[in-house]
Nanobody, 114 residues
Framework: QVQLVESGGGLVQPGGSLRLSCAAS????????MSWYRQAPGKGRELVAT????????TYANSVRGRFAISRDNAEKTVFLQMNSLKPEDTAVYYC???????WGQGTQVTVSS
């Protein structure tokens, strides 16, 4: 059974940091490009960051470049999203996704507010 389980979300003040994790099971994680998406209230799902199967050349949305960093540990079947200098507009549910599959996690809520 394929599972993607996100964790690490929460409430943080503007300027703070969070580290999201997504633990994968049930498929060949190391063969897949992985992405983080987010969906804010009343908005569509937005691609935030992507990392290739070998962990090279991450790509980022313009809105998070320089503040967020995606990484992965293929041995642990986990993908991470380090989020620094958080802004209120980063508030959203964050999801991980295996590219070109129907595999999505259940999401983790990130709220940036003072």
């Amino acid at each position: 059974q394929v599972q993607l389980v996100e964790s690490g979300g929460g409430l943080v003040q503007p300027g703070g940091s969070l580290r999201l994790s997504c633990a994968a099971s049930g498929f060949a994680f190391s063969r897949y490009t992985m992405s983080w998406y987010r969906q804010a209230p009343g908005k569509g799902r937005e691609l935030v960051a992507t990392i290739t199967s070998a962990g090279g050349t991450p790509t980022y949305a313009n809105s998070v470049r320089g503040r967020f960093a995606i990484s992965r540990d293929n041995a642990e079947k986990t993908v991470f999203l380090q989020m620094n200098s958080l802004k209120p507009e980063d508030t959203a549910v964050y999801y991980c996704h295996a590219q070109y599959t129907a595999y999505w996690g259940q999401g983790t809520q990130v709220t940036v507010s003072s």
